[in-house]
């Protein structure tokens, strides 16, 4: 019977610590642009990993 109490105490901490992982890391927002780079061309909004100008971007393949 207490090893059974014991292992609904763990599940229970268990549940808790993953549902407040979940909130923390919804809570955290990407950055949208990196200062002083263009974020849109137009009406259309370029979000930072993507960029137009050198350095706007996170890496080549971003490059638009």
């Not at 610590?17 to 137009?42: D, F, H, Q, R, Y």
Request: net charge negative; aromatic share 10%.
């Amino acid at each position: 019977m207490a090893l059974q109490r014991s292992l609904l105490d763990h599940m229970a901490l268990l549940l808790f610590t993953i549902w407040l992982l979940v909130k923390i890391a919804a809570s955290v927002e990407p950055p949208m642009e990196k200062p002083n780079c263009t974020a849109s061309c137009g009406v259309v909004k370029i979000p930072f990993p993507f960029g137009i100008e050198t350095g706007c971007y996170e890496d080549e393949w971003f490059q638009t």
